[in-house]
C-alpha cells in the first residue's frame, strides 16, 4: 500500500516538501536585506514550530539599481551587475549592506541560521553576459566566460545570462565555482529559474550539471527547478537531478488558475516521492504584489484559499509563501499554521485523485505513521454550496478504498468537527469554491 517511500542519497535532507518564504510575490526585484530580516524574525517567532523554514531570496540579487524603471521593464536590460573577478554574482551592496568586501550572501545567512532557519537564493540558468563581454575568469578553468557562453541560448523573458555550452569543460568549471561559493555563503536551498521546461535545448543538460556541482560542495542544499510547466516526459530526469520542480508557470491570485491545478496534480500525482517533490509554486497569501505596483491582498477567496491549502497539502507540494509576512492578518495565519493539516504534508503518502468532473474533485492520501488511517479531501467547484457526491462507479483511483472507509468515523482537520462517518460527512453541504479535509480512522483490517 504505502509504495511510493524512496530516498535516494541526494534527497536524505528533503525527506519532506520544503515550507518557507520568497521574497518574490511582494518585492519583486527589490527585496532588501532590511526586508529579509524582518520576514526571518517573523517566520522565527511565528511560524517555525510549524514547518515552515526556508527564507529565499529571489530574482535580481545581483542587479544593481533594480526596480528603479520599473516602469518600463521589470529586468533592466543590459545594466550592471555585481560581478567577482571569476564571473560569479554578488549581492547588490546597495541592497545588502552586509555584502560588502566580498562578504557575499554569508552574513545575511549566518543571520537566518541563528533564526533556527535556512537560507536560500535564486538564479538564473547560464553565465553573465557581462561576464562574456568583459571575458571574465572561471574558477577551476583555463576558459574564459567568452568561451563557455552560448549567445543563441538566451532567456526570453530575463537578458542578464547566456546558457552554457554543456561540452566544454570550463562549463561544468563554472557551474561548480559558482556551488562552492554559495556552500561557502551557507546556501541550503536554490531555485534556478529559465530552466525547468527546457525552452532551450542545453537545459536538460545544465540540470545534470547543476546537480554534479552541488554534490561536490558536500553540503545538503535542495536544487528547485523554475518555471513550468515541467514535461511529463522528463519526470524521471527531474526526480534523479532536481528536488523540486514547478509544474505550473507563475501561479498567481485567480480561481482559473487554482482549478487548473488539479488537472496539474493528477498528471503527476505518480511522481511525488520523499525528496522529489513536483511544485504547485508559491502560495499567493495574504498582501502581495508591492513592486508590482499593486499592492493587495489575496484575490482569493477564504474558500478558495483553504481550496489551496488542501491540494497542495494532500499533493504534498513545497509550500512557499509570497506575501509580506509582517503583515499577515490573524485569519490567514490560523490558515498556514493549521496542525493537522500539515501533518498531512508531512506524512502524507501516495495520494491520489479518486475521481473529478466539472464540479467536484476528491483526493485520499494514506498516513505513513498509521496505515489504518486516510485522508480524504473534497473540492466544491460550483458557484454555490453543496455536498460532495461519492459513487464507486465513478472512480478512477487504484483501489476502491474510500468506499471501504465510508463506514468509519472520521474528523474534518480545518474545522475540528467529527461525523460518526465519512458518508455522513458527505452529506454536510461544502462552500462554493471550497473544501473539506477529513481524517478517516478505519478499524483494524480495513
Known sequence: MLSNVRIMDKNLFAVTPPMGWNSYDYYDTTVDERAVKANADYMAENLKEFGWEYIVVDIEWYALEAGSQRKKYQYIPFWDVEMDEYSRLLPDPARF????????????ADYVHDKGLKFGIHIMRGIPRHAAAKHGKILGSDMLACDIADPSSICFWNPDMYGVRPQLEGSQAYYDSIMALYAQWGVDFIKVDDICR???????????????AIQKTGRDIVLSLSPGPAKIEEAWLYEKYANMWRITDDFWDRWDLLLNMFERCELWQKHVSCGCWPDCDMLPLGQIGAAFGHEHPTNLTYNEQVT????????????????????LDDRTLALITNKDVINVINYGIDAEQVMRDKEQAIWKTFDINDSSVIYVAAFNFREESAPVRYDADDCTCSDDLVTSYLKEPCTELWTGKE?????EAFKDNIESHGAKLFKVNGSEGT
Open 97 to 108: 549592506p552586509s555584502s560588502k568586501d566580498g562578504a557575499g550572501f554569508k552574513p545575511l
Open 198 to 212: 527546457m525552452d532551450m535545448p542545453s537545459a536538460r543538460s545544465e540540470i545534470i550539471m547543476l546537480q554534479k
Open 308 to 327: 489551496m491549502m488542501t491540494l497542495w497539502s494532500v499533493f504534498r507540494s513545497p509550500m512557499m509563501l509570497g506575501c509580506e509576512l509582517t503583515k
Open 419 to 423: 461525523y460518526v462517518s465519512l458518508e
